[in-house]
């Protein structure tokens, strides 16, 4: 199942990530670069340092000038995620470019990509409330609750997944169809964000 592989590069990527767990460390993508699985490597390692982002930048003692650089490498690194994202989809759109379409063929409500984007994020929700539920001196209560959500977190997977690899099979099937809308973001626009193009005047 793809899911299966997809997931269990994210934990690869993940587990790599922790060995020094700094969102400043290089990237070591184990995979070679014609493999899709580079890719989720890659989109997963983007996920891993952004989540380690944004707990930094909620630190309430951070100094106000490095909470503004780090808000830019956030920034950067959503954009980043987004295009990682649309390449995925491309990759996919490629994979399935053959495909007779049922004439009742019907468009699923988000990309394989994005669908994959959430199975990242899951992982590593799955990895860090685990994390919690087994943190020695933490209190039993604090335990029990996290154990609690990371049972929930291994049911969404277990329906994402399955989720996933429906959709894959309706696309290659042809009962469904992929449309790929690129992500018409503004603010980073110097052309389309007010702020932006009226500061160039």
Same mark, same amino acid.
């Given at each position: 199942?793809?899911?299966?592989?997809?997931?269990?590069?994210?934990?690869?990527?993940?587990?790599?990530?922790?060995?020094?767990?700094?969102?400043?460390?290089?990237?070591?993508?184990?995979?070679?670069?014609?493999?899709?699985?580079?890719?989720?490597?890659?989109?997963?390692?983007?996920?891993?340092?952004?989540?380690?982002?944004?707990?930094?930048?909620?630190?309430? !003692?951070?100094?106000?000038?490095?909470?503004?650089?780090?808000?830019?490498?956030?920034?950067?690194? !959503?954009?980043?995620?987004?295009?990682?994202?649309?390449?995925?989809?491309?990759?996919?759109?490629?994979?399935?470019?053959?495909?007779?379409?049922?004439?009742?063929?019907?468009? !699923?409500?988000?990309?394989?990509?994005?669908?994959?984007?959430?199975?990242?994020?899951?992982?590593?929700?799955?990895?860090?409330? !685990?994390?919690?539920?087994?943190?020695?001196?933490?209190?039993?209560?604090?335990?029990?609750?996290?154990?609690?959500?990371?049972?929930?977190?291994?049911?969404?997977?277990?329906?994402?997944?399955?989720?996933?690899?429906?959709?894959?099979?309706?696309?290659?099937?042809?009962?469904?169809?992929?449309?790929?809308?690129?992500?018409?973001?503004?603010?980073?626009?110097?052309?389309?964000?007010?702020?932006?193009?009226?500061?160039?005047?």
């Amino acid at each position: 199942m793809f899911s299966k592989i997809a997931y269990s590069v994210f934990e690869q990527s993940i587990r790599d990530y922790h060995l020094i767990d700094t969102v400043d460390q290089p990237i070591n993508n184990p995979f070679p670069k014609e493999k899709f699985e580079h890719l989720l490597y890659l989109k997963n390692w983007i996920d891993t340092v952004q989540w380690h982002f944004e707990d930094i930048i909620r630190d309430p !003692n951070i100094d106000p000038v490095a909470a503004l650089v780090l808000k830019r490498r956030i920034d950067a690194s !959503n954009q980043e995620r987004t295009d990682m994202v649309e390449y995925i989809d491309s990759y996919f759109l490629q994979k399935y470019s053959q495909v007779v379409v049922k004439e009742k063929a019907k468009i !699923n409500s988000e990309s394989p990509a994005w669908a994959f984007d959430r199975l990242s994020i899951l992982a590593l929700k799955i990895y860090h409330m !685990n994390e919690e539920a087994t943190r020695v001196e933490a209190s039993q209560e604090h335990r029990d609750k996290c154990q609690e959500k990371l049972n929930i977190l291994l049911e969404q997977r277990t329906d994402l997944s399955t989720a996933i690899d429906d959709l894959l099979k309706d696309i290659e099937n042809g009962d469904k169809f992929m449309k790929v809308y690129k992500q018409m973001k503004m603010y980073n626009d110097d052309d389309l964000n007010p702020v932006l193009y009226q500061s160039k005047k």
